[in-house]
């Protein structure tokens, strides 16, 4: 399975841009690049997700290397509402279906005000 | 509205009891999984089904059972096998085989055993 590396923790300040790395380098042609987060005592959310072009949507921007062995994801003006614990994952095919949708531990962001 | 829940929030056993943890959905989706958390990790994936009547092992099915008889509900039964069922478990679901499709998370139950 492919996996993803990202930082255990980073800190940013409110109302500044927030970039979230995340490397996967066994990344495979066809593995989309999903992003989550969860709040605390929630389920995760879904952000962004993209295959070779960078995305945007409302939530966030998220920049894919050209190699596309790393993604960045990008919050344009953190708030304290965005504290939270990031996931990176790739999604891929497990045999004929349902693929595993396998988590890491994530990036747990910090907000100061 | 459309979306995944788990019932109950907050579940207390006694060591040594089965439990079964309720999950249901109704996006309509093939796909569920149930994954484990515990405090300051990440998710880890018990086991997922793709279809009715059919299921997978993840990573930690060990002391864990499931069944899949309707395609909106996905029950976990943590039985008196599993050494360390105090937890917080998370179900999802997604379409099959669409990667670049998000997967829709529960609320989650968090599981305490005395």
């Known amino acids: 399975d492919a996996k993803t590396t990202q930082p255990n923790s980073m800190e940013s300040n409110e109302e500044e841009p927030v970039h979230l790395p995340c490397n996967h380098s066994?990344?495979?042609?066809?593995?989309?690049i999903h992003w989550y987060r969860q709040l605390p005592s929630q389920g995760p959310e879904y952000v962004i997700h993209?295959?070779?072009s960078n995305v945007n949507n409302r939530m966030a921007s998220l920049a894919i290397a050209e190699d596309r062995k790393s993604s960045t994801l990008i919050l344009h003006r953190a708030t304290l509402r965005d504290a939270a614990v990031y996931y990176c994952?790739?999604?891929?095919?497990?045999?004929?279906?349902?693929?595993?949708?396998?988590f890491g531990k994530g990036t747990h962001l910090i907000i100061q005000p | 509205d459309g979306g995944i829940t788990q019932s109950p929030k907050y579940l207390f056993r006694k060591e040594g009891q089965n439990v079964t943890l309720s999950c249901e959905q109704n996006?309509?989706?093939?796909?569920m999984y149930w994954y484990r958390q515990d405090p300051g990790q990440g998710l880890r994936l018990i086991y997922y089904?793709?279809?009715?009547?059919?299921?997978q092992k993840g990573d930690i099915a060990e002391g864990y059972s499931v069944s899949r008889e309707k395609k909106e509900s996905f029950p976990l039964t943590v039985t008196s096998a599993q050494k360390n069922p105090t937890a917080f478990y998370l179900c999802?679901?997604?379409?099959?085989?669409?990667?670049?499709?998000?997967?829709?998370f529960g609320q989650g139950t968090r599981l305490t055993v005395v």
């Open positions: 999802a679901s997604s379409i099959v085989g669409q990667k670049r499709t998000e997967a829709f």
């Open positions: 066994t990344i495979s042609g066809t593995d989309y």
């Open positions: 993209g295959l070779t």
């Open positions: 994952i790739l999604r891929h095919n497990s045999g004929g279906g349902a693929d595993g949708l396998t």
């Open positions: 996006l309509n989706h093939d796909a």
């Open positions: 089904s793709q279809i009715v009547n059919d299921f």
